[in-house]
């Protein structure tokens, strides 16, 4: 198992300057006094017993920040997205939509009755797929208008993924269900977890689905029988981080909760499944996007809140990005992968740059 251990080999870069340099005029003021808070209580610690580095941080600020009252600190919602100009979040029973290039946030849509556990943006950016506490999923439109809405699951829908017209689902009922949006019909029902279902992906070519559970366990189903083909039991805790490698269609990603913390990597090509490499990251482990770089970002809870990048091509974390004050639950990333979105718990949406002039350095004990 590797571990990571982080020195900086350039001098410190003010935090004041980064807010400056992306921040809009009229929040550099208040943005710099919260990140600078924010600062003050970070404490850095080894990642590993008996590290003997000196720490000497260089921070990545987000270049916007936007305050927003009701974002669950839930492990277990999918609260945030991005596709084309459009990053949705849900706050509580509503789901609102900022335009990345302007920065303006409007309120798209209102459920009654139920709070939103999950959403997801249609490949098109044409639609919202919204899944609610109650088992209930809304389909709606960039106007505002609520195309359809169904009862499908029991209970919470935490996890979402879109494979064309087909919106599929993972409820803490442990099913996981596929509908046809243009009829609202179900067209497949696979229960596997025996705890609830927490994540989602496809693989690029869409012939597998990769199924995360609070059972710890990874399921990966072949999409044209509806069976599993590998049964993945390596963590200690719940999985909800999956993330397909967009070149080798036949690797796979899966990032575990607090009672595991790691990050491990499997091949799946052929019968029997290969572990290739287990990475403690000393966190929980909420999202994980293995980019086209062959880089992989993931996203983390208890005990460092924060976002990093690893060079699976040098084989070293490249970068470091500190500002959530909890657990950096809710994730999306831009199609050209240039920039991503983060959701917290201490009720802030950032937006970052995914690349700043690699303003960190580690090495790998």
């Not at 020195?7 to 921040?23: F, N």
């Not at 805790?237 to 070149?247: N, R, S, T």
Request: proline letters at 2%; charged letters at 25%; one cysteine or more.
């Amino acid at each position: 198992m590797r571990r990571f251990a982080f020195v900086s080999e350039q001098p410190p870069i003010s935090s004041e300057d980064l807010l400056r340099k992306h921040m809009y005029p009229q929040d550099s003021q208040m943005l710099s006094h919260e990140y600078e808070k924010i600062l003050a209580g970070r404490q850095i610690i080894p990642s590993f017993e008996g590290a003997q580095y000196i720490f000497r941080e260089k921070k990545t600020a987000p270049i916007r920040i936007t305050r927003v009252n009701g974002l669950a600190d839930d492990f277990y919602s999918s609260l945030l997205d991005w596709q084309g100009s459009s990053i949705a979040f849900a706050l509580d029973e509503r789901i609102f939509v900022q335009n990345f290039l302007t920065g303006k946030t409007r309120l798209l849509a209102r459920l009654s009755n139920a709070y939103i556990t999950s959403v997801k943006i249609s490949p098109t950016g044409n639609t919202i797929c919204a899944g609610t506490c109650t088992g209930d999923i809304a389909i709606i439109d960039m106007e505002g208008k609520i195309l359809a809405k169904r009862h499908l699951h029991k209970s919470r829908i935490g996890a979402m993924e879109w494979n064309g017209r087909q919106a599929v689902t993972g409820s803490r009922d442990r099913t996981i269900k596929t509908i046809d949006i243009r009829v609202l019909e179900e067209t497949q029902s696979i229960s596997l977890h025996t705890q609830e279902v927490c994540g989602l992906a496809y693989s690029p070519s869409k012939d597998y689905l990769a199924t995360g559970g609070n059972d710890n366990k990874v399921f990966i189903v072949d999409n044209r029988t509806s069976t599993p083909i590998h049964i993945l039991s390596a963590h200690k805790a719940a999985v909800k981080a999956l993330g397909w490698c967009p070149d080798k269609l036949d690797t796979l990603a899966t990032g575990g909760g607090t009672a595991d913390r790691t990050v491990k990597i499997w091949n799946l090509s052929g019968a029997k499944e290969a572990l290739l490499d287990s990475i403690d990251y000393g966190s929980q482990v909420c999202n994980i996007r293995w980019t086209k770089k062959n880089e992989i970002l993931t996203t983390h809870g208890y005990t460092q809140n924060d976002v990093r990048i690893l060079d699976m091509t040098k084989n070293k974390q490249t970068h470091i990005f500190e500002g959530h004050r909890n657990r950096v639950i809710h994730f999306g990333m831009s199609s050209e992968e240039e920039y991503f979105a983060t959701g917290s718990g201490d009720e802030t949406v950032c937006i970052w740059r995914a690349r700043e002039n690699d303003l960190t350095n580690f090495l790998v004990r």
